[in-house]
């Protein structure tokens, strides 16, 4: 199985070390949900769908057998880099970025131990994760996910820019 290419809306189900300096991350994706008004603090901001996980969700497991580190932020603070290219995956291989470059600094893992490294980046609707992990042992490998239901998925689809637009007009008429 591959990772799908192109953009979804995906979000972290979950993430865990099922056994010593093995990482598993579980992501599903979120489909549009019916059309519904949407209003923040009285502002009516029209009609969005929002992005919801349900039983018809394609889910993926990615799991690394022998990561160096991993980072998880929140999706709402993450910045580009300087050189950096427009993301076109959810999923992508990076090179000198700046996480491998503090990987490198904090650690002494390096190409000639414990192996050839590699950083990938997950990009879902919610968190950011990073990922350095040893190519020849193992390194990335996907499978089917299973969706925890439990967790509670729902975003609303909104314009960010309608909304900054309607918050600055009520602050400055």
């Given at each position: 199985m591959e990772f799908p290419d192109g953009l979804l809306n995906l979000y972290l189900t979950d993430i865990g070390e099922p056994s010593e300096n093995q990482l598993r991350i579980v992501v599903a994706e979120g489909l549009l949900g019916e059309p519904t008004q949407i209003a923040i603090d009285g502002i009516d901001l029209g009609e969005g769908?929002?992005?919801l996980v349900?039983?018809?969700?394609?889910?993926f497991e990615l799991r690394w057998d022998n990561y160096v580190a991993y980072a998880v932020r929140n999706e709402s603070f993450w910045k580009a880099e300087g050189d950096e290219l427009p993301r076109g995956k959810m999923l992508e291989r990076r090179?000198?970025?700046?996480?491998?470059?503090?990987?490198?600094a904090t650690t002494f893992?390096?190409?000639?131990?414990?192996?050839?490294l590699e950083h990938w980046s997950l990009t879902?609707?919610?968190?950011?994760?990073?990922?350095?992990?040893?190519?020849?042992?193992?390194?990335?490998?996907?499978?089917?996910?299973?969706?925890?239901?439990?967790?509670?998925?729902?975003?609303l689809?909104?314009?960010?820019?309608?909304l900054r637009r309607k918050s600055f007009q009520r602050q400055w008429g």
């Open positions: 769908r929002p992005i349900t039983d018809e969700s394609r889910s090179s000198n970025s700046a996480f491998f470059r503090y990987v490198s893992a390096d190409d000639e131990y414990p192996g050839t879902t609707l919610n968190h950011c994760v990073d990922v350095v992990s040893v190519w020849k042992r193992g390194g990335l490998v996907f499978g089917q996910g299973h969706i925890h239901k439990s967790l509670p998925h729902r975003r689809f909104l314009c960010v820019e309608l």
